[in-house]
């Protein structure tokens, strides 16, 4: 039998077991026009059926409609755009977790390149539920809407923060 001082420490005993690598990041190439990664990613969740040049195309055309129909707006498209994609990345968000047999809605911190892209996959799905007559004038008006602190992606917002203040009791839960 071991004594305490001959023992191993339990840190050593499963630092040694294998984990699965981490998939690399893949590097994202800046956009034509502005130079900005992430227009390339906001194009990336656009994008159907591998089409990005109808993607860029549309998106834009949508920054043409903003520029337009904000110009008393000193701000360029480019930083209407961001501040409206601001205005809606959720903070924290909440997740089921099973304890017990029961399921607790577990409010939970997003990671900063989820929150990035959580608010871009709103936007583009509340654009696409607009009415109106291309996707370049749904999604410039979901764009309008989101810098100005309304339409639905910000609605989307505002819920997921009182979903996650209403269960604020089940954060000691988080994992």
């Given at each position: 039998?071991?004594?305490n001082k001959e023992r191993q420490p339990?840190?050593?005993?499963?630092?040694?077991?294998?984990?699965?690598?981490?998939?690399?990041?893949?590097?994202?190439?800046?956009?034509?026009?502005?130079?900005?990664?992430?227009?390339?990613?906001?194009?990336?969740h656009l994008m159907y059926d591998g089409?990005?040049?109808?993607?860029?195309?549309?998106?834009?055309?949508?920054?043409?409609?903003?520029?337009?129909?904000?110009?008393?707006?000193?701000?360029?498209?480019?930083?209407?755009?961001?501040?409206?994609?601001?205005?809606?990345?959720?903070?924290?968000?909440?997740?089921?977790?099973?304890?017990?047999?029961?399921?607790?809605?577990?409010?939970?911190?997003?990671?900063?390149?989820?929150?990035?892209?959580?608010?871009?996959?709103?936007m583009i799905a509340f654009a696409r539920?607009?009415?109106?007559?291309?996707?370049?004038?749904?999604?410039?008006?979901?764009?309008?809407?989101?810098?100005?602190?309304?339409?639905?992606?910000?609605?989307?917002?505002?819920?997921?923060?009182?979903?996650?203040?209403?269960?604020?009791?089940?954060?000691?839960?988080?994992?």
């Amino acid at each position: 039998m071991l004594k305490n001082k001959e023992r191993q420490p339990t840190q050593n005993l499963f630092s040694n077991k294998m984990r699965k690598a981490k998939p690399k990041k893949r590097v994202i190439l800046p956009d034509p026009v502005y130079h900005d990664q992430k227009v390339s990613k906001f194009v990336n969740h656009l994008m159907y059926d591998g089409k990005k040049s109808i993607s860029y195309e549309i998106f834009y055309h949508a920054l043409d409609i903003v520029k337009s129909k904000m110009a008393e707006e000193e701000k360029s498209s480019l930083e209407i755009w961001k501040t409206a994609l601001a205005n809606i990345t959720p903070q924290v968000e909440v997740k089921s977790r099973r304890i017990g047999g029961a399921t607790f809605q577990v409010p939970t911190e997003i990671r900063p390149d989820r929150k990035e892209s959580v608010s871009m996959k709103n936007m583009i799905a509340f654009a696409r539920k607009r009415g109106g007559k291309t996707m370049a004038e749904k999604l410039a008006a979901e764009i309008m809407d989101a810098f100005n602190n309304q339409g639905g992606a910000y609605k989307r917002k505002e819920d997921m923060h009182r979903m996650a203040e209403a269960n604020r009791a089940f954060a000691h839960f988080r994992f």
